[in-house]
């Protein structure tokens, strides 16, 4: 879980993003595939509250919308924000909420959660220990963390001068889960992105990873 410091992907690149970010269809696609693993994994109903973190322009949790009670659309990144505000308007959406939040940076909300969900946001939080004790912290006893993240790769899937994690090793990740206090982990392949290298097609598989916090 080496860190690069040459290059940092900060709020003020995705804000440029945000605007074209929906128009990618492997995001859209990924969002949806995502969403699906998380049905499978989670009993969803109508009373559990949720927080995506690092929701980007919503991708995963509008799928899920219908689904869950109350969702806590949070992200550093202003420009995605407003994408998700006018989302949620023109689609007359009542139970989701945009919050700008940093959870290493800022006050933690006062709300707590059944479920919290995070996809591709793992790799660019720099302390991995740090946020899966934040998310415990969050969670209600008994409730589910969603991680969608890459698997561990050699550094090309954004540059290896970007300051990422490079993916994640599961057997790592799934020893810092239990260590921050949850149980149950499980881990699935849930999506493979395809990206040009050169000449040649590299896939780089996308993992759900599934907990509890403890005291169910």
């Known amino acids: 879980m080496t860190r690069n410091p040459t290059t940092k992907l900060d709020a003020a690149h995705f804000d440029s993003k945000a605007r074209q970010w929906d128009d990618?269809?492997?995001f859209k696609e990924r969002g949806?595939?995502?969403a699906d693993a998380v049905?499978?994994?989670?009993?969803?109903?109508?009373?559990?509250?949720a927080l995506d973190y690092g929701c980007g322009t919503g991708l995963l949790s509008f799928p899920l919308r219908d689904e869950l009670g109350s969702i806590v659309m949070a992200d550093s990144s202003a420009g995605m924000l407003e994408v998700v505000a006018e989302k949620i308007a023109a689609q007359g959406v009542r139970n989701m909420?945009?919050?700008?939040?940093?959870?290493?940076?800022?006050?933690?909300p006062a709300q707590r959660f059944d479920l919290i969900v995070t996809a591709m946001t793992l790799h660019h939080v720099p302390d991995t220990d740090a946020i899966l004790a934040v998310f415990r912290d969050l969670l209600n006893p008994g409730g589910y963390l969603c991680i969608a993240?890459?698997?561990?790769?050699?550094?090309?899937?954004?540059?290896?001068?970007?300051?990422?994690?490079?993916?994640f090793d599961r057997g790592d990740?799934?020893?810092?889960?239990?260590?921050a206090g949850f149980s149950g982990i499980g881990f699935?392949?849930?999506?493979?992105?395809?990206?040009?290298q050169g000449d040649s097609t590299?896939?780089?598989?996308?993992?759900?990873?599934?907990?509890?916090r403890a005291g169910a």
């Open 173 to 179: 990740l799934g020893r810092r889960a239990e260590q």
């Open 39 to 49: 049905r499978r994994a989670v009993p969803l109903d109508r009373t559990m509250s």
């Open 97 to 108: 909420t945009p919050m700008r939040l940093d959870l290493l940076a800022d006050p933690l």
């Open 24 to 26: 990618n269809p492997v």
């Open 188 to 196: 699935q392949t849930v999506f493979s992105i395809a990206k040009q």
């Open 32 to 34: 949806l595939k995502i």
């Open 202 to 212: 590299r896939d780089y598989p996308v993992f759900l990873l599934t907990a509890r």
């Open 149 to 167: 993240d890459l698997d561990q790769e050699d550094g090309s899937f954004h540059g290896i001068e970007v300051d990422v994690h490079h993916g």
